[in-house]
Structure formats: C-alpha cells, structure tokens
C-alpha cells in the first residue's frame, strides 16, 4: 500500500515564517525529481485534506475490551521475542499496546522503506493473552493503541523502554536512568475553559526504520479532532538527555478559543512548601515540582507547583520564549522515601523553540487532587494571535527529557521553597507569614559568606512585607532568604517575587513567583 500526495500550500502567519520557509524548501527541491521521498509534507497534504471535511469520530474497538479493567489490560502481555526490527540487528525496536480499558480506539502504524509505504499488520501471536476466551474474540485485523521505542539506552547490552506513544496525542520519554512521570501531547485545545477541554488524537503513525548505526529515529503521526487536524514529524534521539525535535503544521476546522502549543501534563500532589492534608508517610509525592520559564529578556522565572483547594490557572505574558518546562528538580530519595514509584528518578521535560514563537503567554494549570494516579498539572504555550477557522499554522520546538541540570538556569537556581507561620520567638503579627527559599548555584557557592547579598522582594499592593533577610544555608553551602508578609488588605493568593542580587543591583538567582494562600 503506498501512501503519497502532493504538497500541500497554505497560508502562514508571519511568527512562524522562519519554520514555514523550511517546509517551502523541502517541497521546491523534490520539483522534477519525481515522487518525493514520504515526509511531513505528505502527513500535512492528508491533515489539510482531513481538515475540509467534517470531523468524524475513530470507531471504537469491540465492548469486551472496552470494559477490560486496568489489571486485566495490563496481563495482556506484548511478547519482547516479537519486537519489530529484533532479528535485524538494528538499535531501536518497536514493541506495541493492545487496545483495551481506556484505550479504546486503534491507530494504523505505517513502515517507510525504500518500496513504498505499507500498513503494518496486526498479529494476535504477538501478545500472551490470560484468558484464552478473550483471545478468541479479539478480531484478526484490530489494530495496534500505541507503540513504545526500545533502545541500549544505560548499558550496551539491553534495549531499555525510554519512549511511548500511547491515547490521544500523549507521548512520554526518559533520559538514562530515568522512570516515567510526565507526559507530553502533540496540542492543547481549551484547556481549563468553562466549555470544557477538548482533546486531539493522533490518528495515524508512520515510522522510518532506522538504519544499523542509527542513533534517532523518526516519527511522523497525523492528528485530528473536531476543532483541528495537524501533521507532525518527531525526530528522536535517546541518550543521557533524550531529545525529541518536534515539527508540527495545523490546519483548523473551527475558531479555538485557547490554542496550547507544546503542552506537558504532571502530577503534584504535595511537597515541601506547605502542610499537606494527606494521610501519608512519605514527606513529598510528585512527578515535578514547578514550572521553569527562559524569557527573551534573559530573565527566569521559577513557580513552585502546588495541589491547590480550587482549579488555579496562572498566566505569565512573554514574548518569543527562550524555552519553558516542568521540572522535578527534587532529586533526593530521602524527600519521597517510595521504593516502588522513585520520583526521585523522574524526569523533566524542557521545551525550547525553534523559531520566534511572537507574542503570547505561557500558562499553568494546577487542578485539586487527591490521588497522585491523577495529572492534575498542565502548562503549555498560547500564541496572543486569535485563532480563526481555516488557518495554517506551523511551529517547532525541542523538547529533552533530562534530569536537574545546572545549566537551567545558568546562575542561581530554587531547590525549595518552604511556607508556615512565622517560626520561633518572632514577634510578627499572628496572621504573618514565613517564606523560606533555600537557592543553590555556582554563582552562589563562589561568594564568600560574609558576601553582601541583597534580597529582592515583591508583594502586591495592600500586602507588607514586614522583614526579609539572605544569609549563607551551611547545611547546603547555598543561600537562604527569609522574609515575612502580611496580607493586610490584598486579597489572596498573594503574588510574591523574589530574587538574590549583587549590591549594584545584578541578579545572582533566578527570578522566584508564588501565590500565597493565607
């Protein structure tokens, strides 16, 4: 079966010219040289088509799996002596998902070889079924929910799991080392409105095997839903760092009211700043701990995460980001003390454009919880163009699944915020608070401890801020700063910022926000 359709030509909005010229390229160097090899340009010509017509929901796989609990799901077991690409000596191998509990729709995988591009079969015989009555009911030509990458990624011996396409538009990576925790999605469409969310899928999935020396493979996957359809090329490369360099085109069916470009999904339930209302011996529970943000400016921005009472979304206006992500900077056993689900070892997840991405704003989403099984942390980027029916639009960004890195930021970093009432013999009034970040970085660790350091410290207006102090953390060889507020007259949350400076006024940290709930 081949799969091939001219370029697609569209219309592009000037912020994403720089990518769009990229694509405009590929198509004029085909021009006389006969069919071009399969690519984005083909993916977008069948997501531009898909566009024109009304949406259509994917048929559902039959009821018996539909109503499969998450165990019985999970003992259908895919077969590792199965793996695609296992007897061909090559360095990635492809296992995939059976459909089943919430995964109740199929997605087609397609091969790009030298010949054409074909549909990969399903084959019963690569999955070991528990109950052989379900076997028997499970259509010959079902189809695949997902795939997962494999690769010699901590030892040259073993091909580690460290990549996951699986439901809607949700892909997931890990570094060396590293256990899953947050998720990524290929779009955001109306996240946290009073309309509700809507969520795009990937519809379709073609994959280019790679070669014997190969060290990233590629992605392609078409995308589709009632608001949107999108043509996407993932370009992955597995390592101490994983980077996968995402190249997307949209087409729109209908207006979106929030349109969130690179979207990441976590958990937080509870951590160090502030009491937690759980029933739990473990002291913190997350799969990332705030949300880091690069602006143009060469400023950074650190947000604590928190499990608020109420749905909180927060918005920070930038134009063309550096780069933003959720992080899990937290990397201390001793602060979780799970055996079993290492947050310790999960990974962050850094998005970096590719192009100047104009003038929007980044948005965080925290949602209440009371169940770590549940995401309930969202941020993505919102373009502050409207988005109307009928528009092309194109992005790229890298988006590297790593550990804490020092290099983000380069300077002074938070490693912990911690909020309570005013601690031992204070004399501030009772309805104070005391914020203590403790900062770490190169930066610091070369003052000396008598250095002047200064605290800069901002709370709204009818807020006071009633001390505020910096002073070397022993314990850690960083620095702490401590100050006490009183909401007085501004109504909560209360938005606090705060930094580290030299005494002329240059920044030693990065740039702390939080919303104070008194």
Do not use: C
């Not at 979207?263 to 759980?278: A, I, K």
């Amino acid at each position: 079966m081949h799969d091939m359709a001219p370029s697609p030509h569209g219309r592009f909005p000037a912020v994403r010219r720089a990518v769009a010229a990229l694509f405009l390229i590929a198509a004029a160097g085909a021009v006389g040289a006969g069919p071009p090899p399969f690519g984005l340009e083909q993916v977008a010509a069948r997501a531009k088509a898909l566009a024109e017509k009304p949406y259509q929901a994917p048929p559902a796989v039959p009821p018996d799996l539909r109503e499969l609990s998450y165990d019985q799901w999970r003992a259908i077991r895919y077969r590792p002596g199965k793996a695609l690409w296992r007897s061909e000596g090559r360095p990635f191998e492809l296992q995939f998902f059976h459909p089943g509990f919430h995964y109740r729709h199929t997605v087609p995988v397609y091969l790009i070889t030298a010949g054409g591009v074909g549909r990969l079969a399903f084959e019963k015989g690569r999955f070991e079924y528990p109950n052989p009555k379900l076997a028997e009911r499970v259509p010959a030509d079902l189809g695949y929910a997902g795939f997962r990458v494999h690769y010699p990624l901590n030892r040259p011996d073993y091909k580690d799991e460290f990549a996951v396409f699986l439901g809607a538009s949700y892909f997931r990576g890990i570094g060396a080392g590293q256990h899953y925790g947050l998720s990524a999605r290929g779009l955001a469409v109306d996240t946290a409105t009073a309309d509700g969310e809507e969520f795009p899928r990937f519809r379709a999935y073609w994959i280019k095997p790679p070669a014997p020396d190969a060290e990233r493979m590629t992605v392609y996957a078409l995308l589709d839903s009632p608001s949107v359809t999108g043509a996407y090329r993932f370009v992955i490369e597995p390592g101490a760092i994983t980077i996968m360099d995402v190249q997307a085109r949209l087409f729109t069916r209908h207006p979106i009211a929030k349109l969130g470009i690179a979207p990441l999904t976590s958990m937080f339930l509870f951590g160090e700043n502030g009491p937690h209302r759980f029933d739990d011996f473990r002291p913190e529970v997350h799969d990332s701990d705030g949300l880091l943000i690069a602006a143009r400016t060469g400023e950074w921005l650190w947000r604590p995460l928190h499990n608020p009472r109420e749905l909180a979304v927060n918005s920070f206006v930038l134009e063309s980001p550096r780069g933003f992500g959720l992080m899990q900077r937290d990397d201390a056993f001793a602060n979780y003390q799970d055996l079993e689900a290492r947050y310790e070892r999960r990974p962050s997840a850094w998005v970096a454009p590719q192009g100047e991405w104009g003038k929007g704003r980044i948005e965080l989403v925290q949602i209440p919880s009371e169940s770590e099984k549940n995401d309930n942390i969202v941020a993505y980027w919102v373009p502050a163009e409207s988005v109307t029916a009928g528009q092309t639009l194109d992005f790229a960004y890298r988006l590297s699944w790593r550990g804490p890195d020092e290099a983000l930021p380069p300077g002074g970093r938070t490693r912990a915020t911690r909020v309570g009432r005013p601690s031992g013999g204070s004399q501030q009034p009772a309805a104070a608070r005391e914020v203590v970040i403790d900062f770490v970085g190169d930066r610091l660790d070369e003052l000396p401890a008598n250095a002047e350091v200064v605290p800069r410290v901002s709370v709204p207006e009818g807020a006071r801020l009633l001390h505020a102090n910096a002073f070397r953390n022993e314990a850690t060889g960083g620095w702490r700063l401590v100050f006490h507020v009183l909401a007085a007259d501004a109504a909560p949350p209360l938005e606090l910022r705060a930094y580290l400076a030299t005494p002329d006024g240059g920044a030693l940290t990065e740039t702390w926000t939080y919303a104070l709930r008194p």
